[in-house]
Protein backbone atom coordinates (compact mmCIF):
# COMPACT_ATOMS: atom_id res chain seq x y z
CA UNK A 1 0.00 0.00 0.00
CA UNK A 2 3.10 2.20 -0.12
CA UNK A 3 2.90 2.59 -3.32
CA UNK A 4 -0.13 5.44 -4.86
CA UNK A 5 -0.52 3.32 -7.96
CA UNK A 6 -0.79 -0.13 -6.54
CA UNK A 7 -3.11 1.71 -3.73
CA UNK A 8 -5.89 3.52 -6.46
CA UNK A 9 -5.72 0.29 -8.22
CA UNK A 10 -6.85 -1.86 -5.41
CA UNK A 11 -9.61 0.52 -4.36
CA UNK A 12 -10.87 0.49 -7.91
CA UNK A 13 -10.52 -3.14 -7.73
CA UNK A 14 -12.37 -3.75 -4.11
CA UNK A 15 -15.45 -1.34 -4.82
CA UNK A 16 -16.30 -3.30 -8.89
CA UNK A 17 -15.97 -6.77 -6.78
CA UNK A 18 -18.77 -6.05 -4.15
CA UNK A 19 -20.92 -4.71 -7.12
CA UNK A 20 -19.93 -8.12 -9.02
CA UNK A 21 -20.93 -10.49 -5.78
CA UNK A 22 -23.92 -8.45 -5.35
CA UNK A 23 -24.74 -9.49 -9.02
CA UNK A 24 -23.49 -13.43 -8.39
CA UNK A 25 -26.34 -13.77 -5.50
CA UNK A 26 -28.99 -11.68 -7.55
CA UNK A 27 -28.33 -13.71 -10.58
CA UNK A 28 -28.34 -17.27 -9.07
CA UNK A 29 -31.70 -16.37 -7.17
CA UNK A 30 -32.78 -15.47 -10.80
CA UNK A 31 -32.03 -18.31 -12.49
CA UNK A 32 -33.17 -20.92 -10.14
CA UNK A 33 -36.90 -18.58 -9.84
CA UNK A 34 -37.57 -18.98 -13.22
CA UNK A 35 -35.78 -22.82 -14.01
CA UNK A 36 -36.34 -24.47 -10.65
CA UNK A 37 -33.73 -26.70 -11.97
CA UNK A 38 -30.57 -27.47 -10.30
CA UNK A 39 -29.28 -28.64 -14.18
CA UNK A 40 -30.38 -25.14 -15.44
CA UNK A 41 -28.31 -23.62 -12.69
CA UNK A 42 -25.64 -25.69 -13.58
CA UNK A 43 -26.05 -24.70 -16.88
CA UNK A 44 -25.08 -20.85 -16.44
CA UNK A 45 -21.95 -21.86 -14.76
CA UNK A 46 -20.79 -24.21 -17.98
CA UNK A 47 -22.04 -21.63 -20.28
CA UNK A 48 -19.99 -18.45 -17.92
CA UNK A 49 -16.58 -21.18 -17.59
CA UNK A 50 -16.24 -22.50 -20.92
CA UNK A 51 -14.46 -19.47 -22.71
CA UNK A 52 -12.39 -19.88 -20.07
CA UNK A 53 -10.51 -22.89 -21.95
CA UNK A 54 -8.93 -20.16 -23.43
CA UNK A 55 -7.67 -18.61 -20.69
CA UNK A 56 -3.69 -19.37 -22.10
CA UNK A 57 -4.06 -17.00 -24.92
CA UNK A 58 -5.80 -14.78 -22.69
CA UNK A 59 -2.38 -14.64 -20.99
CA UNK A 60 -0.02 -14.62 -23.97
CA UNK A 61 -2.15 -11.35 -25.27
CA UNK A 62 -1.02 -9.99 -21.50
CA UNK A 63 2.24 -10.62 -22.29
CA UNK A 64 2.28 -8.62 -26.00
CA UNK A 65 0.14 -5.99 -25.17
CA UNK A 66 -1.01 -2.74 -22.91
CA UNK A 67 -2.73 -4.63 -19.68
CA UNK A 68 -4.07 -1.14 -18.60
CA UNK A 69 -5.92 -0.69 -22.25
CA UNK A 70 -7.07 -4.15 -22.70
CA UNK A 71 -8.25 -4.16 -18.68
CA UNK A 72 -9.74 -0.53 -20.04
CA UNK A 73 -11.44 -2.41 -22.62
CA UNK A 74 -12.86 -5.91 -20.58
CA UNK A 75 -14.25 -3.67 -17.28
CA UNK A 76 -16.09 -1.43 -19.79
CA UNK A 77 -17.61 -4.86 -21.48
CA UNK A 78 -18.36 -6.19 -18.36
CA UNK A 79 -19.97 -2.85 -16.82
CA UNK A 80 -22.13 -2.64 -20.29
CA UNK A 81 -23.31 -6.21 -20.37
CA UNK A 82 -24.53 -5.60 -16.25
CA UNK A 83 -26.51 -2.73 -17.61
CA UNK A 84 -28.47 -4.99 -20.12
CA UNK A 85 -29.15 -7.87 -17.36
CA UNK A 86 -30.44 -4.59 -15.25
CA UNK A 87 -32.45 -3.18 -17.80
CA UNK A 88 -33.97 -6.40 -18.99
CA UNK A 89 -34.98 -7.23 -15.21
CA UNK A 90 -36.33 -4.20 -14.91
CA UNK A 91 -38.43 -4.38 -17.81
CA UNK A 92 -39.65 -7.83 -17.31
CA UNK A 93 -38.34 -8.93 -20.82
CA UNK A 94 -35.82 -10.90 -18.47
CA UNK A 95 -35.73 -14.86 -19.91
CA UNK A 96 -33.21 -18.00 -19.19
CA UNK A 97 -31.93 -17.65 -22.63
CA UNK A 98 -30.92 -14.04 -22.51
CA UNK A 99 -29.26 -14.51 -19.31
CA UNK A 100 -27.24 -17.37 -20.60
CA UNK A 101 -25.90 -14.80 -23.42
CA UNK A 102 -24.65 -12.18 -21.19
CA UNK A 103 -22.95 -14.76 -18.90
CA UNK A 104 -21.34 -16.53 -22.70
CA UNK A 105 -20.03 -12.84 -23.43
CA UNK A 106 -18.73 -12.05 -19.53
CA UNK A 107 -16.58 -15.38 -19.75
CA UNK A 108 -15.26 -14.88 -23.29
CA UNK A 109 -13.95 -11.44 -21.55
CA UNK A 110 -12.99 -13.16 -18.53
CA UNK A 111 -10.73 -15.38 -20.14
CA UNK A 112 -8.78 -11.77 -21.37
CA UNK A 113 -9.32 -9.89 -18.52
CA UNK A 114 -7.92 -12.21 -15.37
CA UNK A 115 -4.91 -13.43 -16.22
CA UNK A 116 -4.01 -9.73 -17.46
CA UNK A 117 -5.80 -8.36 -13.97
CA UNK A 118 -3.79 -10.86 -12.21
CA UNK A 119 0.00 -10.43 -14.20
CA UNK A 120 -0.93 -6.25 -13.29
CA UNK A 121 0.17 -6.65 -9.55
CA UNK A 122 4.03 -7.06 -10.01
CA UNK A 123 4.06 -3.85 -12.74
CA UNK A 124 2.62 -2.06 -9.35
CA UNK A 125 4.40 -2.94 -6.67
CA UNK A 126 8.29 -3.63 -6.04
CA UNK A 127 9.35 -6.91 -6.85
CA UNK A 128 10.71 -7.18 -2.99
CA UNK A 129 6.44 -6.76 -2.33
CA UNK A 130 5.11 -8.93 -5.42
CA UNK A 131 4.25 -12.06 -2.62
CA UNK A 132 2.21 -9.08 -0.95
CA UNK A 133 0.63 -7.64 -3.50
CA UNK A 134 -0.46 -11.02 -4.82
CA UNK A 135 -1.76 -11.44 -1.27
CA UNK A 136 -3.34 -8.00 -1.25
CA UNK A 137 -5.02 -8.32 -4.79
CA UNK A 138 -6.79 -11.69 -3.81
CA UNK A 139 -8.40 -9.64 -0.17
CA UNK A 140 -9.96 -7.27 -2.36
CA UNK A 141 -11.35 -9.88 -3.89
CA UNK A 142 -12.66 -11.70 -0.96
CA UNK A 143 -12.84 -8.70 1.49
CA UNK A 144 -15.98 -8.20 -1.34
CA UNK A 145 -17.25 -11.45 -1.08
CA UNK A 146 -17.70 -11.19 2.52
CA UNK A 147 -19.96 -7.43 2.16
CA UNK A 148 -20.93 -7.87 -1.46
CA UNK A 149 -23.57 -11.08 -0.71
CA UNK A 150 -24.79 -10.02 2.61
CA UNK A 151 -25.42 -6.86 0.47
CA UNK A 152 -26.76 -9.04 -2.13
CA UNK A 153 -28.91 -10.90 -0.03
CA UNK A 154 -30.51 -7.37 1.49
CA UNK A 155 -31.19 -6.03 -1.70
CA UNK A 156 -32.38 -8.76 -3.14
CA UNK A 157 -34.90 -9.33 -0.64
CA UNK A 158 -36.18 -5.79 -0.36
CA UNK A 159 -35.86 -4.90 -3.71
CA UNK A 160 -35.23 -7.53 -6.60
CA UNK A 161 -32.88 -8.45 -8.73
CA UNK A 162 -32.59 -4.88 -11.21
CA UNK A 163 -31.38 -2.85 -8.53
CA UNK A 164 -28.97 -5.43 -7.29
CA UNK A 165 -27.49 -5.71 -11.87
CA UNK A 166 -27.93 -1.69 -11.71
CA UNK A 167 -25.31 -1.10 -9.12
CA UNK A 168 -22.67 -3.81 -10.28
CA UNK A 169 -22.81 -2.01 -13.90
CA UNK A 170 -22.07 1.49 -11.73
CA UNK A 171 -19.74 -0.15 -9.59
CA UNK A 172 -17.00 -0.77 -12.80
CA UNK A 173 -16.60 2.44 -13.04
CA UNK A 174 -14.26 2.78 -9.71
CA UNK A 175 -11.85 0.35 -11.16
CA UNK A 176 -12.50 2.06 -14.53
CA UNK A 177 -11.45 5.42 -13.02
CA UNK A 178 -8.41 4.06 -11.01
CA UNK A 179 -6.81 2.32 -14.45
CA UNK A 180 -7.33 5.88 -16.03
CA UNK A 181 -4.96 6.99 -13.73
CA UNK A 182 -2.37 4.34 -14.65
CA UNK A 183 0.58 3.81 -16.45
CA UNK A 184 1.80 0.62 -17.94
CA UNK A 185 4.53 -0.84 -20.16
CA UNK A 186 3.64 -2.53 -22.91
CA UNK A 187 4.15 -5.84 -21.67
CA UNK A 188 7.06 -7.49 -24.21
CA UNK A 189 9.58 -6.69 -21.14
CA UNK A 190 12.27 -6.33 -23.80
CA UNK A 191 11.77 -9.94 -25.04
CA UNK A 192 11.44 -10.88 -28.61
CA UNK A 193 8.11 -11.25 -29.65
CA UNK A 194 7.23 -14.82 -31.12
CA UNK A 195 4.60 -16.79 -32.76
CA UNK A 196 1.23 -16.98 -30.55
CA UNK A 197 1.68 -21.07 -30.15
CA UNK A 198 5.61 -20.59 -29.32
CA UNK A 199 4.53 -18.55 -26.80
CA UNK A 200 2.20 -20.69 -25.40
CA UNK A 201 4.16 -23.47 -25.61
CA UNK A 202 6.88 -21.82 -23.59
CA UNK A 203 4.75 -21.11 -20.73
CA UNK A 204 3.35 -24.57 -20.20
CA UNK A 205 7.04 -25.74 -20.11
CA UNK A 206 8.31 -23.84 -17.63
CA UNK A 207 5.32 -25.48 -15.61
CA UNK A 208 6.06 -28.73 -16.53
CA UNK A 209 9.78 -29.36 -16.08
CA UNK A 210 9.23 -28.35 -12.68
CA UNK A 211 7.59 -31.43 -10.87
CA UNK A 212 6.34 -29.66 -7.58
CA UNK A 213 4.88 -27.00 -9.21
CA UNK A 214 3.07 -29.36 -11.66
CA UNK A 215 1.39 -31.04 -8.65
CA UNK A 216 0.55 -27.97 -7.28
CA UNK A 217 -1.33 -26.94 -10.37
CA UNK A 218 -2.99 -30.18 -10.64
CA UNK A 219 -4.20 -30.08 -7.25
CA UNK A 220 -5.88 -26.40 -8.36
CA UNK A 221 -7.09 -28.68 -11.48
CA UNK A 222 -9.12 -31.38 -8.81
CA UNK A 223 -9.99 -28.20 -6.37
CA UNK A 224 -11.74 -26.74 -9.39
CA UNK A 225 -13.72 -29.75 -10.84
CA UNK A 226 -15.19 -31.75 -7.93
CA UNK A 227 -14.07 -29.22 -5.23
CA UNK A 228 -15.47 -25.77 -5.79
CA UNK A 229 -18.52 -27.03 -7.52
CA UNK A 230 -20.55 -27.12 -4.65
CA UNK A 231 -20.70 -23.07 -4.89
CA UNK A 232 -22.81 -23.71 -7.50
CA UNK A 233 -25.49 -25.44 -5.12
CA UNK A 234 -25.58 -22.71 -3.20
CA UNK A 235 -29.28 -21.28 -3.69
CA UNK A 236 -30.41 -25.17 -3.56
CA UNK A 237 -29.14 -25.45 -0.21
CA UNK A 238 -30.46 -22.07 1.03
CA UNK A 239 -33.98 -23.21 0.14
CA UNK A 240 -34.30 -26.96 0.22
CA UNK A 241 -31.86 -28.06 2.77
CA UNK A 242 -31.25 -25.53 5.06
CA UNK A 243 -34.33 -23.18 4.31
CA UNK A 244 -33.09 -19.76 5.09
CA UNK A 245 -34.32 -18.23 1.86
CA UNK A 246 -32.64 -15.16 0.25
CA UNK A 247 -31.02 -13.57 3.17
CA UNK A 248 -29.75 -16.76 4.24
CA UNK A 249 -28.15 -17.49 0.67
CA UNK A 250 -26.23 -13.74 1.04
CA UNK A 251 -25.53 -15.30 4.44
CA UNK A 252 -23.66 -18.16 3.08
CA UNK A 253 -21.79 -16.42 0.28
CA UNK A 254 -20.75 -14.12 3.08
CA UNK A 255 -19.20 -16.38 5.03
CA UNK A 256 -17.32 -18.15 2.43
CA UNK A 257 -16.29 -14.79 2.24
CA UNK A 258 -15.13 -14.42 5.83
CA UNK A 259 -13.47 -17.44 5.85
CA UNK A 260 -11.08 -16.53 2.55
CA UNK A 261 -10.43 -13.55 4.20
CA UNK A 262 -9.21 -15.51 7.46
CA UNK A 263 -7.32 -17.79 4.45
CA UNK A 264 -5.58 -15.13 3.05
CA UNK A 265 -4.30 -13.14 6.87
CA UNK A 266 -2.99 -16.44 7.88
CA UNK A 267 -1.36 -17.36 4.67
CA UNK A 268 0.31 -13.91 4.97
CA UNK A 269 1.24 -15.17 8.71
CA UNK A 270 2.63 -18.28 8.03
CA UNK A 271 4.30 -17.65 4.63
CA UNK A 272 7.70 -17.02 6.09
CA UNK A 273 7.54 -19.58 8.72
CA UNK A 274 5.61 -22.66 6.71
CA UNK A 275 7.00 -24.37 3.04
CA UNK A 276 4.32 -23.17 0.43
CA UNK A 277 4.00 -26.71 -0.10
CA UNK A 278 3.49 -27.93 2.88
CA UNK A 279 0.54 -25.13 3.36
CA UNK A 280 -1.39 -26.01 0.20
CA UNK A 281 -0.97 -29.94 1.77
CA UNK A 282 -2.91 -28.81 4.73
CA UNK A 283 -5.20 -26.76 3.13
CA UNK A 284 -5.97 -29.67 0.50
CA UNK A 285 -7.04 -31.34 3.14
CA UNK A 286 -9.00 -28.79 5.28
CA UNK A 287 -10.85 -27.87 2.46
CA UNK A 288 -12.19 -31.60 1.22
CA UNK A 289 -13.03 -32.42 4.81
CA UNK A 290 -14.83 -29.26 5.40
CA UNK A 291 -16.46 -29.33 2.28
CA UNK A 292 -17.89 -32.88 3.32
CA UNK A 293 -19.14 -32.11 6.33
CA UNK A 294 -21.07 -29.10 4.72
CA UNK A 295 -22.48 -31.50 2.51
CA UNK A 296 -23.72 -33.45 5.18
CA UNK A 297 -25.41 -30.86 8.25
CA UNK A 298 -28.91 -29.37 7.73
CA UNK A 299 -28.65 -26.72 10.70
CA UNK A 300 -27.88 -23.41 9.34
CA UNK A 301 -24.96 -22.48 12.08
CA UNK A 302 -23.17 -25.43 11.62
CA UNK A 303 -23.53 -24.96 7.63
CA UNK A 304 -22.68 -21.70 8.11
CA UNK A 305 -19.09 -22.97 9.98
CA UNK A 306 -18.03 -25.28 7.61
CA UNK A 307 -18.71 -23.15 4.93
CA UNK A 308 -16.33 -20.70 6.56
CA UNK A 309 -13.48 -23.07 7.61
CA UNK A 310 -13.80 -24.16 3.33
CA UNK A 311 -13.38 -20.59 2.30
CA UNK A 312 -10.74 -20.48 4.11
CA UNK A 313 -8.77 -23.65 3.21
CA UNK A 314 -9.58 -23.05 -0.21
CA UNK A 315 -8.42 -19.71 -0.68
CA UNK A 316 -4.99 -20.97 1.49
CA UNK A 317 -4.38 -23.26 -1.93
CA UNK A 318 -5.15 -21.11 -4.51
CA UNK A 319 -3.51 -17.64 -2.96
CA UNK A 320 -0.28 -20.03 -2.24
CA UNK A 321 -0.20 -21.92 -5.59
CA UNK A 322 -0.59 -18.56 -7.86
CA UNK A 323 2.37 -17.19 -5.27
CA UNK A 324 4.75 -20.24 -6.19
CA UNK A 325 3.99 -19.75 -10.17
CA UNK A 326 4.85 -15.99 -9.20
CA UNK A 327 7.79 -16.18 -7.86
CA UNK A 328 9.22 -18.77 -9.98
CA UNK A 329 8.47 -17.21 -13.16
CA UNK A 330 10.94 -14.39 -15.06
CA UNK A 331 8.95 -11.09 -16.00
CA UNK A 332 8.76 -12.45 -19.57
CA UNK A 333 6.58 -15.53 -18.48
CA UNK A 334 5.07 -14.31 -15.90
CA UNK A 335 1.48 -13.38 -17.74
CA UNK A 336 1.57 -16.98 -19.59
CA UNK A 337 2.53 -18.90 -16.41
CA UNK A 338 -0.36 -17.06 -14.16
CA UNK A 339 -2.77 -18.13 -17.13
CA UNK A 340 -2.41 -21.33 -16.32
CA UNK A 341 -2.82 -20.90 -12.90
CA UNK A 342 -6.38 -19.08 -14.07
CA UNK A 343 -7.23 -21.83 -16.36
CA UNK A 344 -6.45 -25.03 -13.65
CA UNK A 345 -9.36 -22.93 -11.77
CA UNK A 346 -11.80 -21.53 -14.75
CA UNK A 347 -11.49 -24.42 -17.32
CA UNK A 348 -12.81 -26.98 -15.31
CA UNK A 349 -15.67 -25.13 -13.82
CA UNK A 350 -18.27 -24.89 -17.13
CA UNK A 351 -18.12 -28.90 -16.96
CA UNK A 352 -17.67 -28.73 -13.16
CA UNK A 353 -21.07 -26.95 -13.22
CA UNK A 354 -23.07 -29.58 -15.72
CA UNK A 355 -21.85 -32.56 -13.92
CA UNK A 356 -22.84 -30.70 -9.86
CA UNK A 357 -26.00 -29.73 -11.50
CA UNK A 358 -27.19 -32.85 -13.27
CA UNK A 359 -26.07 -35.02 -10.02
CA UNK A 360 -27.54 -33.01 -7.78
CA UNK A 361 -30.62 -33.33 -9.71
CA UNK A 362 -30.34 -37.34 -9.56
CA UNK A 363 -29.15 -38.10 -5.78
CA UNK A 364 -29.97 -34.53 -4.16
CA UNK A 365 -27.61 -31.68 -3.54
CA UNK A 366 -25.87 -33.00 -0.27
CA UNK A 367 -25.02 -36.61 -1.94
CA UNK A 368 -23.91 -34.81 -5.17
CA UNK A 369 -21.83 -32.54 -3.01
CA UNK A 370 -20.44 -35.57 -0.63
CA UNK A 371 -19.27 -37.77 -4.10
CA UNK A 372 -17.50 -34.95 -5.91
CA UNK A 373 -15.26 -33.75 -2.84
CA UNK A 374 -14.64 -37.35 -1.80
CA UNK A 375 -12.55 -37.02 -5.34
CA UNK A 376 -10.69 -34.03 -3.50
CA UNK A 377 -9.94 -36.02 -0.15
CA UNK A 378 -8.03 -38.51 -2.15
CA UNK A 379 -5.75 -36.43 -4.15
CA UNK A 380 -4.94 -34.10 -1.15
CA UNK A 381 -3.94 -37.11 0.83
CA UNK A 382 -1.48 -38.52 -1.81
CA UNK A 383 -0.12 -34.74 -2.41
CA UNK A 384 1.54 -35.37 1.31
CA UNK A 385 3.39 -38.26 0.46
CA UNK A 386 5.16 -36.70 -2.92
CA UNK A 387 8.55 -34.64 -1.50
CA UNK A 388 8.83 -32.04 -4.92
CA UNK A 389 5.58 -30.77 -3.29
CA UNK A 390 6.71 -30.34 0.23
CA UNK A 391 9.76 -28.69 -0.84
CA UNK A 392 8.31 -25.99 -2.47
CA UNK A 393 9.38 -23.14 -0.96
Known amino acids: MRSPIFRRYWVGAFLSFVGSWIQNVAQ ?22 LPMLFAPVGGALADRWNRRQILLITQSLFALS ?14 YEYILALVLLNGIVLAVDL ?53 NALSFGAILLALATIRVQSA ?29 WLNVLVLSM ?27 YTFAGIGSLLGLLLTARLGGEVPRGWLIIIAANGFAWSVLGFS ?13 LAGMFGIMQLVSTNTALQTAAPDHLRGRVVSLHTWAINAPAPFASLMIGKLAQQWGASAAVAGCVSVCIAFAVVLGFIKEVRRVG
Not at 145 to 161: C, M, V
Not at 228 to 247: D, H, N, R, S
Not at 296 to 308: E, F, R
Open 28 to 49: SWLVYDLTRSEFLLGMVGFVQG
Open 115 to 167: PTRQSLVAYLVPREDLANGIALNAAAFHTARILGPALGGLLLEWAGPAPCFFI
Open 226 to 252: FGLPYLVLLPVFAEEVLQIGKTGLGQL
Open 82 to 95: ALTLAVLTYTGLVR
Open 296 to 308: MVSHPSLAKGLIL
Open 188 to 216: TDGQAQRGLIQSLREGIEFVRVRRGLLLL
